[in-house]
């Protein structure tokens, strides 16, 4: 196994590799002090202290085969991009990864939770030149995203701003010059403050592409609804067609259902397309609802069998939950911040199990998607 310490002075390095016009923004970069980067499978452990010998609850991930995301960690990318706060000074994302970087282009940073507990990841920033003179401001907007990776189901999550890892993490009390920044428009859809479930398997056509079908599991968006406070925001009651599915929570990776994919363009670093979702219920492969939810012949699972470009995988994105909040500075004295992500557990729904008898007889499945399904 090849792994090493993700030293806070490389870890600034790379951050800010990206940058662009750096005298007219915040110098703002992940620290990765409490992090160990394990080449050999892709993830950045995070631990409770910043020398990595005590307990951890999560972990950062990246896909090499991917042209986005395809470093360790986290870049902070210094560019006001489109569909960002007014007055962004840049973003947040996944390692090797730009603010201008197209939707569903993998692009946000995957924070997978191993365990129940806080997950704490480390930013500096430093001067810019600001107003007053040697201070920090300007607005940051993080695209995030939460995986289910422990054997429970998830009830929600909390985001909160602080310093320090562990038992020596302090909130900040939203005097320090250093809040999230206040929703403009009203939760939870709008794309500054946000909880959601991909489009790809959520929400109604056209959305958010313009040439997106509807999504595979229903054609109304999905996620958490959530609690805005300066320094904390967290995940409340969900809306959408994710709680009748599978009961309030999100699964855990390893009870969602398997796809059938295929490889329409024959390249392996794309996401190929989503043809049929198996049963657990029933036991047999379906269609979608285009397909009238009727099993899948075997002739036809026969004929994907054989067909190389044909392959079988969990549907990653109904462990996933996107989240969308954005980081202030206002003549913030330079410093280190910790965002801590902690998960809230419940008991595995029995609606999991059950999932076929409720998904055929409920009717609430909508549009096969044809769009491609990430499996992270």
């Given at each position: 196994?090849?792994?090493?310490?993700?030293?806070?002075?490389?870890?600034?390095?790379?951050?800010?590799?990206?940058?662009?016009?750096?005298?007219?923004?915040?110098?703002?970069?992940?620290?990765?002090?409490?992090?160990?980067?394990?080449?050999?499978?892709?993830?950045?452990?995070?631990?409770?202290?910043?020398?990595?010998?005590?307990?951890?609850?999560?972990?950062?991930?990246?896909?090499?085969?991917?042209?986005?995301?395809?470093?360790?960690?986290?870049?902070?990318?210094?560019?006001?991009?489109?569909?960002?706060?007014?007055?962004?000074?840049?973003?947040?994302?996944?390692?090797?990864?730009?603010?201008?970087?197209?939707?569903?282009?993998?692009?946000?940073?995957?924070?997978?939770?191993?365990?129940?507990?806080?997950?704490?990841?480390?930013?500096?920033?430093?001067?810019?030149?600001?107003?007053?003179?040697?201070?920090?401001?300007?607005?940051?907007?993080?695209?995030?995203?939460?995986?289910?990776?422990?054997?429970?189901?998830?009830?929600?999550?909390?985001?909160?701003?602080?310093?320090?890892?562990?038992?020596?993490?302090?909130?900040?009390?939203?005097?320090?010059?250093?809040?999230?920044?206040?929703?403009?428009?009203?939760?939870?859809?709008?794309?500054?403050?946000?909880?959601?479930?991909?489009?790809?398997?959520?929400?109604?056509?056209?959305?958010?592409?313009?040439?997106?079908?509807?999504?595979l599991l229903s054609d109304q968006s999905a996620g958490f609804n959530m609690k805005f406070s300066p320094t904390k925001v967290e995940t409340t009651s969900m809306f959408g067609?994710?709680?009748?599915?599978?009961?309030?929570?999100?699964?855990?990776?390893?009870?969602?259902?398997?796809?059938?994919?295929?490889?329409?363009?024959?390249?392996?670093?794309?996401?190929?397309?989503?043809?049929?979702?198996?049963?657990?219920?029933?036991?047999?492969?379906?269609?979608?609802?285009?397909?009238?939810?009727?099993?899948?012949?075997?002739?036809?699972?026969?004929?994907?069998?054989?067909?190389?470009?044909?392959?079988?995988?969990?549907?990653?994105?109904?462990?996933?939950?996107?989240?969308?909040?954005?980081?202030?500075?206002?003549?913030?004295?330079?410093?280190?911040?910790?965002?801590?992500?902690?998960?809230?557990?419940v008991p595995v729904p029995a609606g999991v199990v059950l999932l076929g008898s409720v998904v055929v007889a409920g009717g609430v499945l909508a549009r096969r998607c044809r769009r491609p399904?990430?499996?992270?």
């Amino acid at each position: 196994m090849s792994y090493r310490v993700s030293f806070p002075a490389i870890s600034a390095l790379a951050g800010l590799a990206l940058a662009t016009a750096a005298s007219a923004a915040p110098m703002v970069s992940w620290n990765g002090a409490n992090a160990i980067v394990d080449d050999a499978t892709n993830r950045t452990t995070l631990f409770e202290t910043t020398v990595p010998d005590g307990a951890t609850y999560g972990r950062l991930i990246w896909n090499p085969a991917k042209g986005k995301g395809a470093t360790p960690g986290i870049s902070v990318d210094n560019v006001n991009a489109p569909g960002m706060p007014p007055g962004s000074t840049g973003c947040v994302v996944t390692g090797g990864a730009a603010c201008n970087d197209p939707r569903q282009s993998g692009k946000r940073f995957r924070v997978q939770a191993t365990d129940y507990g806080p997950i704490d990841i480390l930013f500096d920033y430093a001067d810019d030149n600001g107003v007053p003179p040697g201070t920090v401001s300007g607005i940051y907007r993080l695209f995030g995203k939460v995986i289910n990776f422990t054997s429970k189901a998830m009830k929600g999550y909390s985001i909160e701003l602080g310093t320090g890892v562990g038992n020596q993490f302090t909130p900040l009390s939203g005097s320090e010059g250093v809040t999230f920044y206040p929703p403009m428009n009203t939760p939870p859809r709008n794309f500054e403050l946000a909880s959601f479930f991909p489009p790809p398997v959520f929400g109604p056509e056209g959305r958010p592409l313009p040439t997106s079908p509807q999504g595979l599991l229903s054609d109304q968006s999905a996620g958490f609804n959530m609690k805005f406070s300066p320094t904390k925001v967290e995940t409340t009651s969900m809306f959408g067609d994710y709680s009748s599915l599978f009961g309030f929570g999100m699964m855990p990776r390893s009870a969602v259902p398997e796809g059938y994919f295929f490889d329409d363009d024959n390249d392996p670093t794309t996401e190929a397309n989503l043809q049929a979702w198996f049963d657990p219920a029933s036991g047999a492969w379906l269609f979608g609802d285009e397909g009238g939810f009727t099993p899948v012949s075997a002739a036809t699972l026969s004929a994907w069998a054989a067909n190389p470009l044909y392959s079988i995988g969990p549907i990653g994105e109904l462990a996933n939950n996107n989240f969308n909040v954005s980081i202030q500075f206002q003549d913030a004295p330079p410093g280190q911040m910790t965002m801590r992500v902690t998960p809230e557990p419940v008991p595995v729904p029995a609606g999991v199990v059950l999932l076929g008898s409720v998904v055929v007889a409920g009717g609430v499945l909508a549009r096969r998607c044809r769009r491609p399904i990430a499996r992270n």
